[in-house]
């Protein structure tokens, strides 16, 4: 078999190497081993600003930042003859820095490698691929709308707190902020000034806490605050002491004056859990404990919370198996007019659960699950069309009488409330002046503006309107006015004191007194004995509603009584 013979025709001129070495367009500088600069091309003098003399009067690190420790690697991987590539930033005479891709090669010389080349090329790539680098880690790291660390950022620095943790740092701490209820801002607002709250949310946050730990968004309204060097519970409680009342402060979004308030949960390490997902499902546990004890509170984790976290889901499933197994039932209670005969005026909706195992349940018993799942939207509207059908059949039998029907928050703010309830209503047959919307005193003062303008729009239909559980919250004269309702409901917790307290029975009589003046009728709820009902009376309350008159009943036996009366 004949051999390949390979003839060389590489030159070897020296004056062929020293065309090359001025001819190519990269930058070049020889170095000895010292690092010194020996040798630099022309490409070299025109990328620095530096002539050809003032090059080899210097060294590689009056030329790169930070090049020590790579210059030492270079001319260790020389030794070994091999080449190594990397990237820095090059120095001009200027002093500017230029983002440059550097090649180290190792010239042979003899049996050692006598020099190494630095081969250097201006990369102007590189500055955009930094831009592009720096753009990613900013999408992967930061929230696109805050600009807050998002959850992945905030993970990273949990783990590593915690595998730094040691005994001179007694605890790290997690503090889960949500924002209480912001579907109702955002519903309000519109999803555009509900990011703009957001913003303002976590500005406020960042300036508060400064340097005492990391604030981030995990998503939606959830913000989280780290603090890894933590001395112990008491500064975190100072904290979110500190949180509470910072954000109870109002807030301006162009033009509107908005205030909130958050809940937060907090979790310590080691003491709460010893990992990071331990302490964040934690920190959330006793985030929603706080929501479930009122909102604009913080707890910190303990065992116990866990039960009613599960048993709260397990209802949340329950209703939802309840709703397509139609397990709810509705009661009706009779409205009464304050005059001879009591005659019914109107009838109130009450929904109840026909649980299989447990019996009857009232809707405390599954109304704040249903509101916290957002099963009470398909919940109300099932109630509204249903009770609607029966008052049809019930009006055309015992005359006009008004429906009432509880709103819940979630379906006030619904932009459709008043088309849903038009359409219901006329579907089954009703005017829109047959419906009497209640809605809770705090739900009306939560968003008090907004409140106004649903007031209004359901007016304009021709629905009326009750402001329930009064007394409880803190209307002022000008809202009561502006809302321009038709009835208020004393709350039954004060005519229950009719007779024992002195202040209920000036708080009743302060009532009815004010509502008259603004030319509202007064409704007491939860009437149960005659000393209650002649002191009303008595006051000049208009309507009377309880077990002493009629409890809550089913259709029927409201049929029975509807009869009776007429």
Same mark, same amino acid.
């Given at each position: @078999?004949?051999?390949?013979?390979?003839?060389?025709?590489?030159?070897?001129?020296?004056?062929?190497?020293?065309?090359?070495?001025?001819?190519?367009?990269?930058?070049?500088?020889?170095?000895?081993?010292?690092?010194?600069?020996?040798?630099?091309?022309?490409?070299?003098?025109?990328?620095?600003?530096?002539?050809?003399?003032?090059?080899?009067?210097?060294?590689?690190? &009056?030329?790169?930042?930070?090049?020590?420790?790579?210059?030492?690697?270079?001319?260790?991987?020389?030794?070994?003859?091999?080449?190594?590539?990397?990237? @820095?930033?090059?120095?001009?005479?200027?002093? !500017? /820095?230029?983002?440059?891709?550097?090649?180290?090669?190792?010239?042979?010389?003899?049996?050692? !490698?006598?020099?190494?080349?630095?081969?250097?090329?201006?990369?102007?790539?590189?500055?955009?691929?930094?831009?592009?680098?720096?753009?990613?880690?900013?999408?992967?790291?930061?929230?696109?709308?805050?600009?807050? *660390?998002?959850?992945?950022?905030? &993970?990273?620095?949990?783990?590593?707190?915690?595998?730094?943790?040691?005994?001179?740092?007694?605890?790290?701490?997690?503090?889960?902020?949500?924002?209480?209820?912001?579907?109702? $801002?955002?519903?309000?607002?519109?999803?555009?000034?509900?990011?703009?709250?957001?913003?303002?949310?976590?500005?406020?946050?960042?300036?508060?806490?400064?340097?005492?730990?990391?604030?981030?968004?995990?998503?939606?309204?959830?913000?989280?605050?780290?603090?890894?060097?933590?001395?112990?519970?008491?500064?975190?409680?100072?904290?979110?002491?500190?949180?509470?009342?910072?954000?109870?402060?109002?807030?301006?979004?162009?033009?509107?004056?908005?205030?909130?308030?958050?809940?937060?949960?907090?979790?310590?390490? *080691?003491?709460?859990?010893?990992?990071? &997902?331990?302490?964040?499902?934690?920190?959330?546990? /006793? +985030?929603?404990?706080?929501?479930?004890?009122?909102?604009?509170?913080?707890?910190?984790?303990?065992?116990?919370?866990?039960?009613?976290?599960?048993?709260?889901?397990?209802?949340?499933?329950?209703?939802?198996?309840?709703?397509?197994?139609?397990?709810?039932?509705?009661?009706?209670?009779?409205?009464?007019?304050?005059?001879?005969?009591?005659?019914?005026?109107?009838?109130?909706?009450?929904?109840?659960?026909?649980?299989?195992?447990?019996?009857?349940?009232? *809707?405390?018993?599954?109304?704040?699950?249903?509101?916290?799942?957002?099963?009470?939207?398909? +919940?109300?509207?099932?109630?509204?069309?249903?009770?609607?059908?029966? @008052?049809?059949?019930? &009006?055309?039998?015992?005359?006009?009488?008004?429906?009432?029907?509880?709103?819940?928050?979630?379906?006030?703010?619904?932009?459709?409330?008043?088309?849903?309830?038009?359409?219901?209503?006329?579907?089954?047959?009703?005017?829109?002046? =047959?419906?009497?919307?209640?809605?809770?005193?705090?739900?009306?003062?939560?968003?008090?503006?907004?409140?106004?303008?649903?007031?209004?729009?359901?007016?304009?239909?021709?629905?009326?309107? /009750?402001?329930?559980?009064?007394?409880?919250?803190?209307?002022?004269?000008?809202?009561?006015?502006?809302?321009? =309702?038709?009835?208020?409901?004393?709350?039954?917790?004060?005519?229950?004191?009719?007779?024992?307290?002195?202040?209920?029975?000036? $708080?009743?009589?302060?009532?009815?007194? @004010?509502?008259? !003046?603004?030319?509202?009728?007064?409704?007491?709820?939860?009437?149960?004995?005659?000393?209650?009902?002649?002191?009303?009376?008595?006051?000049?309350?208009?309507?009377?509603?309880?077990?002493?008159?009629? *409890?809550?009943?089913?259709?029927?036996?409201?049929?029975?009584?509807?009869?009776?009366?007429?």
């Amino acid at each position: @078999m004949a051999s390949t013979v390979y003839v060389s025709t590489w030159p070897t001129d020296p004056r062929a190497f020293e065309s090359l070495f001025e001819a190519t367009p990269s930058a070049i500088f020889a170095l000895d081993r010292a690092g010194r600069v020996v040798a630099a091309n022309a490409a070299a003098s025109q990328l620095t600003g530096y002539s050809r003399e003032e090059l080899l009067a210097l060294d590689i690190s &009056q030329l790169a930042q930070d090049s020590i420790q790579f210059v030492s690697d270079a001319l260790a991987a020389a030794e070994r003859r091999e080449a190594s590539v990397a990237e @820095m930033d090059l120095l001009r005479q200027d002093g !500017s /820095a230029v983002p440059v891709q550097v090649t180290t090669i190792p010239i042979l010389d003899g049996k050692h !490698s006598g020099y190494v080349f630095f081969r250097v090329e201006e990369a102007h790539y590189l500055t955009e691929m930094r831009r592009t680098r720096a753009h990613m880690r900013t999408l992967a790291y930061y929230d696109s709308l805050t600009g807050l *660390p998002n959850r992945i950022f905030f &993970q990273e620095r949990l783990r590593d707190s915690l595998e730094h943790a040691t005994g001179q740092v007694p605890c790290v701490a997690l503090m889960f902020l949500d924002v209480d209820r912001f579907k109702d $801002i955002n519903d309000t607002l519109g999803h555009a000034l509900g990011d703009r709250f957001l913003q303002l949310v976590g500005e406020r946050l960042v300036l508060l806490v400064k340097n005492r730990g990391i604030v981030a968004r995990l998503g939606g309204d959830e913000f989280v605050v780290l603090v890894s060097r933590c001395s112990g519970g008491e500064e975190v409680r100072e904290l979110a002491e500190e949180l509470l009342a910072s954000a109870e402060q109002s807030y301006r979004i162009e033009g509107y004056e908005q205030f909130i308030t958050t809940s937060i949960g907090i979790a310590l390490y *080691p003491d709460h859990g010893r990992t990071d &997902q331990a302490l964040i499902k934690n920190a959330d546990i /006793a +985030m929603y404990h706080a929501k479930e004890q009122g909102r604009n509170a913080y707890f910190f984790y303990d065992e116990s919370l866990d039960a009613p976290i599960r048993s709260r889901l397990a209802q949340e499933q329950q209703l939802r198996g309840a709703l397509k197994r139609e397990e709810f039932v509705l009661q009706y209670q009779p409205i009464f007019q304050v005059s001879d005969g009591n005659p019914v005026v109107a009838i109130e909706a009450l929904i109840r659960w026909n649980h299989p195992t447990l019996g009857m349940l009232p *809707p405390d018993a599954f109304i704040p699950a249903a509101e916290a799942s957002g099963l009470i939207v398909p +919940m109300g509207e099932w109630v509204e069309r249903t009770a609607a059908a029966c @008052m049809r059949e019930w &009006q055309e039998r015992f005359g006009f009488m008004v429906l009432a029907i509880n709103i819940s928050a979630r379906q006030f703010h619904q932009r459709d409330l008043c088309e849903r309830l038009v359409s219901i209503v006329t579907e089954a047959g009703l005017t829109p002046q =047959a419906i009497e919307v209640e809605i809770t005193e705090s739900m009306a003062l939560f968003d008090a503006e907004y409140a106004v303008e649903t007031i209004h729009a359901l007016k304009r239909i021709g629905t009326q309107i /009750a402001i329930d559980d009064f007394g409880t919250g803190h209307s002022s004269l000008n809202y009561l006015r502006r809302f321009n =309702a038709d009835h208020i409901k004393i709350d039954r917790s004060f005519v229950a004191g009719i007779g024992g307290a002195v202040t209920d029975d000036t $708080i009743v009589t302060a009532i009815v007194a @004010m509502g008259h !003046s603004l030319g509202l009728k007064i409704i007491a709820e939860g009437v149960e004995t005659g000393e209650q009902y002649d002191f009303l009376r008595a006051q000049g309350c208009d309507l009377v509603q309880g077990n002493l008159f009629a *409890p809550p009943v089913d259709p029927q036996q409201l049929e029975i009584l509807l009869a009776g009366k007429r």
